[in-house]
Structures are given as C-alpha cells and as structure tokens.
C-alpha cells in the first residue's frame, strides 16, 4: 500500500461541476500539500495545510488529522481548471515528501 | 515574485557525456530539492539539500550527484549520462517550516533526452 494515495486515478467532469480529489495518507506528517500540474507546464503549489480548511478563490482544501484524509474541491469548475492535482506529505522523520500518484481532472466545456 | 530558475529548458546530450543542470531560486529558502518526472511514475526525488554544502540521498541517487556551493544555486550532475536518464528534471525550493518543508515552489523543468 503506497504512503499517500489519491483517487481517483482520473475525473472528466462537465463545465461548472463541483470537483472532489481525494488524498489518504498512513505516515505521521506535518502538512500536507496540494499541487496542479498543467500539461507541458510546471508545478503549481496550491495549499499547503496541517489542520482544518483552507480557501484560494474557487478551490478548497480540507484535512482530518485524525482520520489521515485531505480532499481538494473544485467549485464551478471551468476547463482551464483541466491539470493534474498532486498531493504530497514530509515524513515527520526527515525532509522527505511522499508524492501521491497525481489525478488527471479534465474539464469539457 | 519568487523565482526558481533551471538554467535549460532542452537539453539534448550523447551517451557518456557529462552533464549539468543548474538551479538558482531567489527567496533565500533552505531546502533545495531535484526530482525527475517520468509518465506513470510521477515525481521521483533524487538528491535534496537542506543548507549549504549539505545534501541526502533520495529515492533514486544513482548515476548522480549533486552540488550546493551557495545557498541559492544547486547543481544536479550527470557523471556519464544514459540513455535511461532521459527525463523531465524538475527543481524545486522551500523554506523551513517549523523545520518541515514549507511551501514548494518549482522551476519550469529541463527535459533531457540521451541519445
């Protein structure tokens, strides 16, 4: 079972669909990241959270602690939201950051 | 505006060769990190460095060194590059948070191929 893992793998969603990324970790972490990578582009950092909600224009980031889960919401969502979401998590142990696998989110107008 | 700057977009280099990538970020962060990014294999850390002249194996170190001579710049070598080290490298910095990794910021990315 990998450290961090995402679902899902990919999500193709209509124009103004509210979108939901999922991110389950099973290490001890300090914070976890959320990250957006369009294609042929560079890596974006988008949150950065170690405790309850956090909120940049239409997207969310939310982390439970306890139950080791983040999710990343999309609200009406638009095709250039079309990238691909990463999160990552540091090892409390050393500087080390977990990368999930990365989901695929297109947007179709 | 914060900066992380990979000295070649495209390389293209013969097997054998030597070779360097070069990153400077300008926000005087601690951690400095290279990575490569393969399809299917998402991002892979190979070496980071958390001060200067100091540096730790990642993931996948071999067929590679590092360099971190100042605090800004860190240099990623390729002793005898492979045709297997074609790849997207991506840099990346962060400052320390409560001595943890901080927020990431990356380069554009420097897409080597080996022939």
């Known amino acids: 079972k990998n450290e961090v893992e995402q679902s899902p793998q990919n999500l193709t969603a209509q124009e103004g669909e509210f979108i939901t990324i999922n991110c389950s970790y099973s290490v001890g972490i300090s914070a976890l990241h959320w990250l957006q990578q369009h294609p042929g582009g560079g890596i974006v950092s988008l949150f950065m959270?170690?405790?309850?909600?956090k909120k940049h224009g239409r997207l969310i980031a939310t982390i439970n602690i306890q139950e080791k889960h983040s999710s990343l919401h999309i609200t009406a969502s638009h095709p250039r939201d079309s990238a691909v979401y990463i999160c990552?998590?540091?090892?409390?142990?050393?500087?080390?950051?977990?990368w999930g696998a990365g989901t695929k989110l297109i947007i179709k107008p | 505006d914060v900066k992380v700057t990979q000295s070649s977009r495209y390389l293209v280099k013969r097997t054998g060769e030597k070779v360097f990538l070069e990153c400077v970020q300008d926000m005087d962060h601690e951690n400095m990190f290279w990575y490569r990014q393969d399809p299917g294999l998402g991002l892979r850390l190979i070496y980071f460095?958390?001060?200067?002249?100091?540096?730790e194996k990642g993931d996948i170190p071999e067929g590679y060194s590092v360099s971190r001579e100042k605090k800004e710049r860190f240099s990623l070598i390729l002793e005898s590059a492979s045709t297997n080290q074609t790849s997207m490298y991506l840099c990346a910095s962060s400052p320390l948070a409560g001595g943890y990794t901080g927020e990431l910021f990356f380069g554009e990315g420097s897409r080597l191929t080996v022939l």
């Open positions: 990552a998590a540091p090892r409390t142990s050393n500087y080390q950051l977990i």
């Open positions: 959270l170690s405790s309850g909600k």
């Open positions: 460095s958390y001060d200067v002249k100091m540096k």
